[in-house]
């Protein structure tokens, strides 16, 4: 795939795919997001309660996590993954969390990885097993590699799969 002007097109040229209409009456998993998960984002980006209270009306109680960090941006609990400050030989881990939502209660999703060279790409689980009283799983997402941030930017997928839903999460990795 290129761009208008020829060159090779990256993540940030295509997004998370193609828009199947149909495919969205049952799109099989979802990453649910809440009030809870940005206002987290705001914390972990730098804002503090009293500048996040200027834009929204908070819930009783709230306040910023004292370990809230820019590292943990990476945490939002979206479709896509990015990456930022995996330097040398270090690893970095991300959490996801997928709703199914499929018309199957009982479900057995496997994650695919596409990862470019020099990077290595782990999920824990790699299956995620849904049944009548289990909706909502957690996986971890590990990324490391010797040098690899060096590289620049750095992209791929993890595709979950049951046999019939195909859910693709982009990833970008950078130094």
Request: proline share 5%.
């Amino acid at each position: 795939m290129t761009t208008d002007s020829g060159s090779p097109a990256t993540p940030y040229d295509y997004g998370a795919g193609q828009v199947h209409p149909t495919a969205a009456l049952d799109p099989g998993l979802v990453y649910e997001l809440g009030e809870d998960d940005y206002l987290r984002f705001l914390c972990d980006y730098g804002y503090d309660a009293s500048k996040i209270k200027l834009i929204t009306t908070l819930p009783g109680g709230f306040s910023c996590a004292a370990n809230a960090s820019k590292d943990a941006i990476s945490d939002l609990n979206y479709p896509s993954i990015a990456v930022a400050g995996l330097a040398g030989a270090g690893s970095r881990t991300v959490t996801r969390a997928v709703t199914n939502v499929g018309a199957q209660e009982e479900a057995t999703y496997t994650a695919t990885v596409a990862a470019p060279a020099g990077l290595d790409v782990k999920v824990a689980p790699s299956k995620l097993e849904f049944t009548k009283g289990t909706k909502k799983l957690a996986f971890q997402v590990t990324f490391s590699g010797r040098n690899a941030a060096a590289k620049g930017a750095l992209s791929g997928s993890i595709t979950w799969s049951d046999g019939k839903h195909m859910v693709r999460s982009p990833f970008v990795v950078t130094s």
